[in-house]
T-cell receptor, first 110, second 114 residues
Framework: GENVEQHPSTLSVQEGDSAVIKCTYS??????FPWYKQELGKRPQLIID?????GEKKDQRIAVTLNKTAKHFSLHITETQPEDSAVYFC?????????FGAGTRLTVKP | EAQVTQNPRYLITVTGKKLTVTCSQN?????MSWYRQDPGLGLRQIYY???????DKGDVPEGYKVSRKEKRNFPLILESPSPNQTSLYFC?????????????FGPGTRLTVL
């Protein structure tokens, strides 16, 4: 089955800096790659997603890039703010099977 | 308000005592799923359902059962809970039958098995 690895496990940045979280996947048939944000004590919520026919997608300060050949995708957050502090999960989906990475705890210091 | 609800939110029980965690969604979603979240392991899928009466195993189904008798409800059943099932459980739903689109998560159920 699919295996998703996520790095780093923790990330600390200064407010205003950029943050990058990387994920790799093993199943070349995976075709949908969402990113979820989970604030402390809350449920995961989708922040951005990308499908395998697209290389990059942007939504304001958040962007996701996908490299199908290398089987990796990344989340980019620019101009980070303290409210971006949370745990971020990547996931890879194929044929009813959604596999999540282990998560990255992002801390944005004011 | 469109939402996924779970009950109970917190549960402490003992080994072997059957329990059910309910999940309900009011968005007319086809796909529903259960995950467990453990530190350092992310979210792991337990079971999913593509439609009424259609369920299938996820990544970690051992020790769990589900049913989908109605579109809106997808209960998770632990027939004989064990301490290794102590975890945070999330139900999720999505519009299509495949699960390959936005998943909306419930608030979570924190289960402790003594």
């Amino acid at each position: 089955g699919e295996n998703v690895e996520q790095h780093p496990s923790t990330l600390s940045v200064q407010e205003g800096d950029s943050a990058v979280i990387k994920c790799t996947y093993s199943d070349s048939a995976s075709n949908y790659f969402p990113w979820y944000k989970q604030e402390l004590g809350k449920r995961p919520q989708l922040i951005i997603d990308i499908r395998s026919n697209v290389g990059e997608k942007k939504d304001q300060r958040i962007a996701v890039t996908l490299n199908k050949t290398a089987k990796h995708f990344s989340l980019h957050i620019t101009e980070t703010q303290p409210e971006d502090s949370a745990v971020y999960f990547c996931a890879a989906y194929n044929n009813n099977d959604m596999r999540f990475g282990a998560g990255t705890r992002l801390t944005v210091k004011p | 308000e469109a939402q996924v609800t779970q009950n109970p939110r917190y549960l402490i029980t003992v080994t072997g005592k059957k329990l059910t965690v309910t999940c309900s969604q009011n968005m007319n979603h086809e796909y529903m799923s259960w995950y467990r979240q453990d530190p350092g392991l992310g979210l792991r899928q337990i079971y999913y359902s593509m439609n009424v009466e259609v369920t299938d195993k996820g990544d970690v189904p051992e020790g769990y059962k589900v049913s989908r008798k109605e579109k809106r409800n997808f209960p998770l059943i632990l027939e004989s809970p064990s301490p290794n099932q102590t975890s945070l459980y999330f139900c999720a739903s999505s519009l299509g039958t495949s699960g390959g689109d936005t998943q909306y998560f419930g608030p979570g159920t924190r289960l402790t098995v003594l």
